[in-house]
């Protein structure tokens, strides 16, 4: 059945299964309506048209559905686009899941669960240790499946455990580095500083915000939640409570970039960069994959809409 | 004994008691140890220096403590300040408390108390009167006592519930004008929108910010504590807790002015508004009630630093 | 004859009359002239599109004819477009009117000038009741047919003196609760802090900018015409002159925001604030209108961009 | 009786007349009274103390007045400052007049004068000549008197005369280069745009803010005023009026600098640029006037707070 | 043949010879390649579409290529298009060549280079003289051919030095009028500003950024190359390399438009505001002449996106 | 003769060997010259008074002389400040040297040498390799003397080997987690970023800016230099010539930080951030360094005048 979609290029025929991300009824300039789809498996995204859509299509064509479809890559308006020629929803028989059709961090889940295993080990201070055990054991599946965000960086299958481990790995070496950083107040802060989005996205497949995470965010949601979690444990009132909501709050940096107060605390400064330069070489690294020595990535939008340049030596 | 400080002028000598809200040391450039007070009663405030003092100086002239002192009010670096010719503490035969040298809203601690339980009955929202009345037991007395902030507005004994009182009434009326306005939402988020600063500020007397308000703010603590409240009440998950939450988060209008959220709700952005003319009312007032028709008023920092002119024909 | 196009739904037919707003020639990509109406009724606004119009088509279907037409509401990327079968102008004989098809304010346009003239029967001090209602007297047509605005809030017939006297009802109330603010400075001031619109807005049912619009803006046309109506009521040198263009000039609160001075006076500041309220809640109660309890409104271009969210107990 | 105060240095003595700029009461560290004065004679300005300033001195020694002073230049606080030794009010006898003591333009009155003349013959369309000539008749005085600011540039007596020549004659050469300006449009723009400083300064030698300039500032006061002028000479409607309007009203360039529409038309864009090339080219020389080359300048506020370079080759 | 494409409207047909500026590759919705180009001759540009390209035309009709070609001048999307009906390549018989189908400076190369050659011979620093000279010398083609920019201002063969010698014609005036200004200084300055540009753009004709010029950009470059070409003359360490390169390094005003110091010496100040004001006028009287009086241009991206009135006077 | 100056408090004599930094004449309030002296030893910097300074002093006591004097420390304006009570310039038989009296890197010259030199065997890149070792070679001594800044951070002698040493170790750990990034690029980028200082600052033990570096700035002319090594080693127009001038050009990151073009190679952007933390760190570790547990440090300018704090739990 052939190769990814990610894998085909304009003029291409496709022919294989992909995942229904999204779908939206629209009405031909004829007057017949047809629906608008976001198609993804394991390597890419693309967009479709069925033209011609029946009733019944647009009840049984619906997000997070599988289909079987063969069709031919064309283009418009600069952007490739499927031509659907025969589409049918997936039979338990085609033996596809949809894990299949989304795409995963480059890492094993099992390995990154045993790195915060790990790493929770290795801390020695009580409270901080007891708070992130507790997270870890309440929130086991979702810190192992979410992404870290949905779009930009870390936007897979476990992209939110990649992002905290890379960002440990980090903060060892920095440790190392300078020894007056507290490695248990990094370690801790990388491993909390991203759950709010577990609240704040809405799954792990096809990624949304959800009504709280619109009207609150992940960070004031975040900081409720440890402040509950001290409760529960009986901490209360402990200084490492405290920090730990501190650092949550204040990893983006700036007032006008969701902290409503900047880093006060050396390790909350540190974490912010750690977590600006683990987003960055996420993003980076793919970007700058996709082209060829010589050549510039596309703008990138995160990244203040710069286009990178790959040097050519990079061949040598 | 005489007027209270704030109606002395260069000149003048004055004879009474004051409390003390601030005192440092230092050593005159003969050498030679000195206190710097800074002192107050109902009326104003004043700089001191008291000259040559002694060991017995430091540790009796402390914050919070009322003393007896007089002297002759001169001008240094074009501030008036209080040359003391004799001090003592104050004993308690003087038959002075600290409640006489502070200042207090314009009306009193029984009424504004009052307004506050009018308002509760009022409420129709068994959810949001519920938490609400359990905020009002909870901080009875801070809530009736605390300033609303440390310096600008309503900085005074009762300004917390002064400030309260006012925007409700500001509320009501414009329930009246737009029927669209959720009257409880209105009520019950102007109650709860500042409560954050009884615990982010250090007290009602000498009020400065305690480690928990510079971290956190008192913005991501209320919204933690409505969640703790939520949960105590078995109320988690009421869709009122989480805009009551949101309408506290967003009511600085901004992110860079402290909300990580904007209001996205109507009462949310209302409020925002009957914050700011309440606030800005009490600080044009009081600052033009201290010059004559014709006259600008002093630089206001908090208002864009600008200066406010009062109208001649304010006087017909 | 049916409802009005802004109850239509995609799919629906529509048959019946409607305001052109707006007409623009195009040729097709068969090398055949069309052209693209904007139509409204009393209910809204629709796109369309006249394939294969003739030269006759172009110079009688033009803005503000109205029109009989049958068609069909298709959806084109995104947005509502009527197809149109048959289109002709309307007869004398069809009786209908321009003023059938523009939105008015929800409140009678003799109501509006009742409220008018009882504030100015209120008013005390007679230079500025005087200015106040040489200005009523000149503009009397415009003042109650203008809107506030070409889009984003009162922009429908009546809507500038709807706009007027739903500040003037702010004011009357704040007043009451802020005694100290002068009633007929506020009352001077919402009256006239917009009628520079009247000169810089080209008309009442298509609504553009003028050149003299474009080129100075109607803060300083409006700051400039007081100055010559007080000229013409032998008022020149009053002080209440001079206030009353500073209120003008600077409603719009900051440089940036088109006022080259800043409130500078205590009812210039809180005029600013009444005007915000009142044009933020009617663009905020016509966007929820639309959407159902649990639903976010569109993004409110004027409101920051931001999208508004109507709780679910609004329900209730 | 020696050279101007701009000439002396730390620890020179001084003996000679000076005009009174600023009198400031104060009271000394041992409570007797004295007098802070701001001096100034045409070369330059200086602080001086007067200690135990007596009650008759206080109401003698006020702004506006010469003294005859004698006394030594000492440093305070790395300022220069005059130590007043004896000091009397200037006789009638003693023959000075205010006139010698301030700051003047560098060309005389009667050429700047003559200049305006030459270009009110030179232009061609008669509606912006008429205006002009109104213009220039009803204020002469002021024109030939004003500084141009109280502060940064041209700030010194017919400085606004200055500015406004030697802007017209960058016009002329523009011109020349670029024929398809409107050369009348750009000189009634240059005599215009900063006429009305005349009524937002307070007067020719202490110059401060008027209550109307600070409320309405010269821009929207000088709209006004052309506005007025047009209606007095009948020529209300014509579009040289409004463009002149705009072209005053935008010579700040942007909103925030306190124009509130940019400019939008050709000349009106090149006007803002002639205006900032003869503000910098007057407070470039004066400073860089001040050091040798190979030195830097002080920095100068009004150009973002730089210190500009004289370069060692100016030598040559 | 006809007229120019700039001269054409939507209707019209259009048969001649123009240059392919631009090529990109395409797949229609019936699956078919296209080619879109961009064509322009020596009035204007234009888009066109030839469909079902064959793979011989993409290897043909590629950037630089003169093509002849027939069709008519459709509009999509609102913008002209050409419908193309019959192309081929030019030949060497149709005697036509690239330079005819690009505009150029509006004053003759020769004319250019004889300015230049005076202005140097004016010149009396001998080291500013030598190193003006060495690059013109070093680059006279480039600086006679190249456009001053890719878009908005004087993009046309030859617009760098006519950008240079516009310049230089104001600073001798501004040198006349003020005489303090260092003219050798300013005229080396505005010569060399640029000249970084002929190693940031790619050529003459088709005029995009080279890799060099995305990565360091013209004001580092050109910064560099005045220090090496000093090395090479034997000058370094003389100060009047240091300030050419001060000057060219400040000329964009501001850090964040590209200078990383702002102008420090008096005459890069105002070489400032002369490369300002030429590129002003360029783009204004470019965008007026397209506008009939009483209209107003299109909206000026590089002016901030106003649009500019013509006034009507300009008719009389 | 006791211990350094960094380590007294108000009140107590001293008596030994300091630097003078800088010396600055006044004229006191009696008519007498004094000096203000900023003095310093390997531990701290304080201010003193030499009242009555003869002009002998004033030739004698000048910046970079050391001398024996004894005093009291008191304060002043809230600062500490040494009252001198005698001194005199060290004799040659004192066996004091200068640099004893200023600060140094924590890290020996040696190791911070031989670090370097690690390093460059390290990279493997030859083009890269001789630049670096070509620069190395070139500055020898002045990298290992310098500050890295006049202030804020490392500003102590080896500071700027002290940074880039420290620099280099972040950079090879994150190679190791990033195997992507480019480690010679890093590596040469480190070694070369802040090179352009030895000729911006003006020296090791009294830092100011140059001419060239006022005028200029490190950057362009560091950018200038590796451009002119290059021709040097005939590897002009190589690819990592202008890669390493890209990496130095973009190391502040923005426009408005002194970087004209922001970073558009991956490890461009690494680079910069590397630089951040390590900066952060060496300001952080100091600042906190001078308070206890519980205590939030001084306000830090170069870090958006934060005050932060050192939790209680740093004591456990």
Avoid: C
């Amino acid at each position: 059945m052939g190769r990814g979609i990610g894998y085909t290029a304009v003029g291409d025929s496709f022919d294989g299964y992909m995942l229904i991300k999204e779908a939206t009824k629209g009405v031909a300039s004829n007057g017949k309506p047809f629906l608008t789809l976001i198609l993804r498996d394991a390597t890419g995204e693309i967009d479709a048209k069925l033209w011609d859509a029946s009733k019944e299509d647009e009840t049984v064509f619906i997000p997070e559905q599988i289909v079987r479809l063969s069709g031919e890559v064309n283009q418009f308006r600069g952007r490739a686009q499927l031509k659907i020629k025969s589409v049918r929803l997936a039979q338990p028989t085609d033996g596809v899941r949809v894990s299949d059709f989304v795409e995963k961090a480059p890492v094993e889940r099992e390995i990154l669960s045993e790195r915060l295993t790990e790493v929770i080990f290795e801390m020695e201070n009580p409270v901080m240790q007891r708070i992130v055990r507790a997270f870890i054991t309440k929130y086991q599946e979702g810190i192992l499946t979410y992404p870290a965000a949905s779009k930009n960086h870390h936007e897979y299958v476990s992209g939110l455990a990649h992002h905290i481990v890379s960002m440990l790995a980090i903060a060892r070496e920095l440790h190392n580095l300078y020894p007056e950083l507290n490695k248990d107040l990094l370690y801790a802060g990388i491993i909390l500083h991203d759950l709010g989005k577990l609240k704040e996205l809405s799954g792990v497949v096809t990624t949304s915000y959800t009504t709280e995470g619109k009207l609150l965010g992940h960070i004031p949601m975040m900081v409720e939640e440890i402040g509950q979690m001290a409760k529960e444990l009986q901490m209360e009132g402990e200084e490492e409570v405290l920090i730990l909501q501190h650092v949550v709050l204040s990893h983006h940096g700036k007032a006008e970039w969701g902290s409503p107060k900047p880093p006060l605390v050396r390790e909350a400064e540190i974490l912010h960069f750690i977590d600006l330069i683990d987003a960055k070489m996420n993003m980076l690294n793919r970007a700058l994959d996709k082209v060829k020595p010589g050549e510039f990535t596309e703008r990138l939008f995160a990244m203040d809409n710069r286009a990178f340049y790959k040097p050519l030596f990079e061949e040598k």
